[in-house]
């Protein structure tokens, strides 16, 4: 049976209309099925690109530290050659075939070169150790900007459920005001009034959810989604401000104990202490153990294997290399890496000190959302009963059409103000806690 080109292009394109199906189904099963801010951080920590580029750095470092530890160990080469042997007769120049041979191999391994190949091992060692702690830290700043939009995203959707609930008030009074309208009882003007009510409460509704897709796409853009990927989040069943705040003292010094930056920062002046050994090294005397194993073959001179065997090699020795002067190389090698030490330390001390302010900082953030959100809650309960009661009187006529707006007006700022004061001291609650405890969770 012939198999013609055609039909094999028509057999592959069917496979891969069958296979679409499964490459998507598998592309999604990699999502959460529901998306709380805990999977948002998890999916971010596996699947970010610039944190997946740290680790592949880190894999790098891990080779680097591999070859170090090999350095320890004899290294081995082999070489063979042939050489060929051409005459200029009448017909020209003429390759008669191979004349000579020459198989050899050879090895040396460092002796002494005062523990130069221990600390480089050290040293890759630590920027192994500190490319892991980049890789952390690229994790903890990914978590706080996960949690900072997830907490928009569910501040908004409180928005829009008070929003409509004030919706169906309007629409309420709306067709309240056409009925009191029709039979004479209002104004033309009190029920334009109703009607400017209700489609300003549409409008608010429309804002609050063109707000919430902004929100959702800020949060799918740092979770690296695609963007025909309809990003549904399951909100928690409760959001609660708590009132107390661990001292500041605690979460400095838990934080300066743990935290990847001060990790990194204090193995950078390990790392430069172990330079400076390395540099130092460079001025002493080093000793190889050197040596090679060589056989050959010419032609004419007897049997092949004879000749490999007569013509058998091996020199073993030692090699001894003393610096004398090398135009102040090494000097200045030694000098910079002791700067290196000095702006290391620097840095470490730079580290401490910033994260102890950005503590610092979070702590009086903390404690002045903590104070607004008290505030705010208050204001807001009193507003909201102010507008029941409000709603209470203008269904019995008690009051007009502008003393209820002016009352709405202050509930829709008053609720702004609460649900604003208690997701910013969530958040600040949040960041404040993951100092210490590299954690960020709403359960």
Sequence with gaps: ?????????????????????????????????????????????????????????????????????????????????????????????????????????????????????????????LLLQMSDLSVKEAENNISVSIAQAFLNILMMKENIVSIESLLQTSEIQLKQGSQLYNAGSISKLQYLQLEIQFAQDQFNLVQAQNSLRSDVLNLKQLLQLPSDYDLQISSPENITVSAGIRSLGEIQNTAQNSRPEIKYSELNVQNAETGLKMAQASIKPTLNLVGNISTGYNFGNGGYLNQLGNNFYLPVGLSLGIPIYNNRIYKTSIEKSKIEIDQAHLNLKNTQLTLNQQIEQAYISLQNSVSQYESAQKQFDLNRQSLDIVNAEMKIGSINYVQLQQQRLLYIQALQNYLQAKYSAVLNRQIYEFYSTNQITLQ
């Excluded at 944190?51 to 530290?65: P, T």
């Excluded at 070489?79 to 004349?99: D, K």
């Design 1 to 125: 049976m012939m198999i013609t080109i055609s039909s094999i292009m028509e057999k592959a394109f069917l496979l891969g209309i069958l296979l679409v199906p499964f490459g998507v189904f598998a592309q999604s099963s990699n999502y959460p099925s529901a998306w709380t801010l805990e999977n948002c951080i998890a999916f971010a920590k596996q699947n970010n690109i610039s944190i997946n580029s740290l680790r592949l750095s880190k894999n790098s470092a891990q080779q680097d530290l591999l070859q170090a530890k090999e350095a320890k160990y004899p290294n081995l080469n082999g070489t063979f050659s042939q050489g060929l042997f051409a005459v200029n007769g009448q017909n020209g120049l003429n390759v008669n075939g191979a004349q000579s041979q020459s198989i050899g191999a050879n090895s040396s391994m460092t002796l002494y070169h005062d523990h130069y190949i221990k600390n480089n091992e050290m040293s890759k060692n």
